[in-house]
């Protein structure tokens, strides 16, 4: 493998960093979100809207840890990809995939398509309902993720491709727009 | 009653429990295990108000940012304050900086949750 291509396409594609890889430990991604602490702070990005992406980020790579970990046996290792990335007009755009299998599909996508079809207040409003009643709550968390990133980025879009019987592709791309109409 | 502190790490905020009557909590919160890291925590609440509450329990809740169990752990937190505040005084005051707008609509949140509670915004 060629590093300079791999360099190539982090300088074209505005990639802060990406993470690919086995082990998604909780000490990697408290040192990633630190990084990206620092890139928001160099850049003078508002501290609401980055907080927001450290939510965010938080969010989708504790999720790619959880379902990572639940299906890792003896042909599955856990593996996850996260990118951060960030456009020409300063925005930010975070994107996860980890395989996840054909139960997990059919937890997630009903919420997904939830939150889809909800503007901004409906997505607020199902948050707090669903924090309220503690119906989607596991012992990870309150089963509230999905919409805790609706809530904070400007758009939400996902995929899952087939690999193989039971294992899936799950993709996950958000934007944060860092300048705002007011 | 003892107190009970905790240090903070990258992931998880200062939390004192001062059995005079002063509870904090203080920086970022999202733990792996975020039921079981604050466990402790809900234990020393529940136990306080049980056997030696003070006159007035003062809570000061500066969270930076958080992820979404802790969300909903602070909502089971808030719940078990708002249990106890028709027997005994409590005082919440959700501290933010003026810049940090999610924060401030987190506690405007947890107001609208809580209308039997008492919790301030207080900005920096």
């Known amino acids: 493998m060629d590093i300079s291509q791999v360099q190539t396409m982090v300088d074209q594609d505005g990639i802060i960093f990406l993470s690919y890889g086995g082990y ?5 991604i408290s040192s990633m979100t630190e990084a990206l602490e620092k890139e928001a702070e160099d850049n003078g990005v508002n ?14 790579s504790q999720n ?66 669903l924090r309220k009643s503690g119906q989607n709550t596991h012992g990870k968390g309150g089963g509230i993720g999905f919409y805790e990133i609706a809530k904070k980025c400007d758009s939400i879009e996902h995929d899952f491709k087939k690999i193989q019987e039971d294992r899936y592709y799950f993709h996950i791309k958000t934007t944060i727009l860092t300048k705002k109409e007011k | 009653m003892e107190n009970l502190k905790f240090e903070a790490t990258k992931y998880t905020p ?26 402790p ?14 006159d007035t329990t003062v809570v000061n809740m500066e969270i930076i940012y958080f992820n979404s169990s802790s969300s909903k752990l602070f909502f089971d937190f808030f719940d078990l304050l708002e249990e106890n505040s028709s027997d005994n005084k409590v ?6 900086d003026e810049e940090n707008e999610s924060a401030e609509e987190a506690g405007e949140d947890f107001i609208e ?11 920096k």
């Open chain 1, 24 to 28: 998604l430990s909780q000490s990697l």
């Open chain 2, 41 to 54: 925590v809900m234990e020393w609440m529940e136990k306080y108000f049980e056997t030696s509450p003070a």
């Open chain 1, 64 to 129: 790619m840890m959880n379902y990572s970990k639940s299906l890792e046996d003896e042909t599955n290792k856990a593996q996850g990809l996260i990118l951060v990335s960030k456009d020409i007009d300063f925005n930010y755009h975070i994107h996860s995939q980890n395989i996840v299998s054909l139960s997990d599909k059919e937890k997630i996508e009903p919420k997904l398509s939830e939150i889809q079809s909800l503007d901004k207040d409906g997505i607020k409003k199902r948050y707090r309902e």
């Open chain 1, 47 to 60: 501290m609401s809207i980055s907080n927001n992406i450290f939510t965010i980020f938080i969010e989708l």
């Open chain 2, 113 to 123: 949750d809580f209308e039997d509670l008492n919790i301030k915004l207080v900005t």
């Open chain 2, 91 to 96: 005082e919440i005051n959700w501290i933010y």
């Open chain 2, 14 to 39: 200062e939390i004192n429990l001062d059995a005079t009557g002063t509870i904090s909590l203080v920086g970022k919160s999202y733990p792996e295990n975020t039921f079981e890291f604050y466990a």
